[in-house]
C-alpha cells in the first residue's frame, strides 16, 4: 500500500500563488506512477485538475487552470508538484495528489484510474 502526503496548501488572496508537493510516505523502490491532481469544493462533486504521465513527457489539464497550474514530477521520482498561479476564488477547495499504479492510460484524467490518495490539503482563495 502506498501513502500520499501533501502539503503546500493555505490561505492565498487572488492572484496569488501556491505550489502543492505530494510524495509517497515511503520509497517506492522500482515503480514509477502516474500521478495526479484532483479537487473537491464545499458541495461538489471531485474533479480532476492535473495529471502527468510516470515519465513526465505527457501533461494533462482542466480547461479552467491551462495556462494558470503547472504539474510537474522529479525526475522518475513519485514527486509530483502543482503550481498554482493567477488563483481565483473558484479554485478554492481540497486538493487531493493521487497515483497510479494499475489504472489504464486513458484513465489519467479520472479519479476511477488512480490506486493510492493522499488525504489532501486545503487551497483557499480570498477575493
Known amino acids: 500500500q502506498v501513502q500520499l502526503v501533501e502539503s503546500g496548501g493555505g490561505l492565498v488572496q487572488a492572484g496569488g500563488s501556491l505550489r502543492l508537493s505530494c510524495a509517497p510516505s515511503?520509497?517506492?523502490?522500482?515503480?514509477?506512477?502516474?500521478m495526479g491532481w484532483f479537487r473537491q469544493a464545499p458541495g461538489r462533486e471531485r474533479e480532476f485538475v492535473a495529471a502527468?504521465?510516470?515519465?513526465?513527457?505527457?501533461?494533462y489539464y482542466r480547461d479552467s487552470v491551462k495556462g494558470r497550474f503547472t504539474i510537474s514530477r522529479e525526475n522518475l521520482k513519485n514527486t509530483v508538484f502543482l503550481q498554482m498561479n493567477s488563483l481565483k476564488p473558484e479554485d478554492t477547495a481540497v486538493y487531493y495528489c493521487?497515483?497510479?499504479?494499475?489504472?489504464?492510460?486513458?484513465?489519467?484524467?479520472?479519479?476511477?484510474?488512480?490506486?493510492?490518495w493522499g488525504q489532501g490539503t486545503q487551497v483557499t482563495v480570498s477575493s
Open positions: 493521487a497515483a497510479s499504479q494499475y489504472g489504464p492510460a486513458d484513465a489519467i484524467t479520472r479519479a476511477v484510474g488512480y490506486d493510492y
Open positions: 515511503r520509497p517506492t523502490f522500482g515503480t514509477t506512477f502516474a
Open positions: 502527468i504521465s510516470w515519465n513526465g513527457e505527457e501533461t
